[in-house]
């Protein structure tokens, strides 16, 4: 891994850049190369290569509509003596704080950095905030779900037509920005599994309604993914103890019904499912205490399902299953 500050990108990248804008406009208003030169802190001779386009610098500041005005507003007060380099500087301050803020900055941070894509990083913003730390691992504990579902042979059997999604709420979760999925839901296209986009809060309504309602029940259960419902998956989660609890699909309020079934029976099971109704199709869900338990669960359903000797263990999920235990 490399670390990059994002300082060290305001030096190498923004600087060079901004000082070219301003100089450009500084010599539109009349103003000399010295005379620049003195205004920017550089040598006359570095303000001519700024002239002459060799100064360097990086598109995405000089396109970004908030430098070009911050630029222009700067090269106006410096020309008319209405700013100072006191003014001028607080001016470029504020500019790279909104930059870090998911600008262009930061763009150029994940490229340099690519272990930060796809991580809401904030750090520049909100410095190591404990808030920001568990919603950074809830969407790392996605991802590595999406992947484990990706590397899962045969999971494309499993994929419905609407597609899939698995989802993680945050602790104490209220509602479904509160919990991260796969924007566009994952899809089965041409024999592989497709996912479309990093996960986000408030991605899936679907699988978000899923977790809040198991989430309600039992407090440590925070990761779902929904499949297509399939006999073969249902009778092999019944032989290796994971009893499936069936619900109705067709009601007004999912998240509603799912919380009055899970209370009635005790818990939360590791499966749930409904057989469709008109127009919905039939659908299962896997329950775990993270995403990616839940994606560990279903590739052991997943591979059980298509090799008969295949042995799993339950103890192996340490999500209860209710009715088993009260079998037992």
């Known amino acids: 891994m490399s670390l990059v500050l994002p300082s060290e990108l305001v030096v190498d990248r923004f600087l060079p850049t901004v000082r070219a804008m301003i100089a450009r406009r500084l010599a539109d208003r009349g103003m000399t190369q010295q005379e620049i030169a003195t205004e920017l802190g550089v040598t006359q001779a570095a303000v001519s290569k700024y002239l002459s386009g060799d100064g360097g610098g990086d598109d995405r500041f000089r396109n970004h509509s908030e430098t070009v005005a911050t630029v222009d507003r700067i090269a106006d007060g410096l020309a008319s003596d209405e700013m100072d380099g ?48 568990v919603e950074r691992d809830v969407l790392a504990n996605v991802r590595t779900a999406a992947r484990t579902l990706a590397s899962i042979p045969r999971m494309t059997d499993y994929v419905p037509n609407v597609g899939t999604n698995v989802g993680m709420a945050l602790p104490d979760a209220e509602n479904v920005t509160d919990v991260a999925a796969v924007p566009g839901r994952i899809y089965a296209m041409g024999g592989r599994i497709e996912i479309p986009a990093n996960p986000e809060f408030g991605a899936s309504q679907h699988v978000a309604t899923a977790v809040l309602a198991a989430n309600a029940v039992d407090p440590d259960v925070r990761g779902a993914i929904n499949v297509a419902t399939d006999d073969r998956l249902l009778e092999r989660a019944a032989e290796l103890g994971f009893e499936p ?76 299953d209710p009715e088993r235990e009260n079998s037992d």
Do not use: K, N, W
């Open 86 to 133: 006191y003014d001028a500087l607080a001016e470029l301050l504020a500019l790279v704080r909104s930059l870090e803020d998911r600008g262009p900055i930061c763009e150029i941070h994940e490229e340099e950095m690519p272990e930060l894509e796809g991580l809401g990083c904030d750090l520049c913003v909100r410095g190591l905030d404990p808030d920001v730390r």
């Open 245 to 320: 609890l069936e619900f109705d699909a067709d009601y007004d309020d999912r998240g509603r019904h799912l919380r009055e079934r899970f209370a009635d029976h005790g818990g939360v099971p590791p499966v749930a499912y409904h057989q469709g109704a008109f127009g919905i199709e039939p659908v299962t869900y896997v329950f775990g205490r993270t995403a990616q338990e839940a994606a560990e669960l279903l590739e052991g359903l997943v591979t059980a399902a298509g090799i008969d000797d295949v042995r799993l263990e339950p103890d192996e999920y340490p999500i209860r």
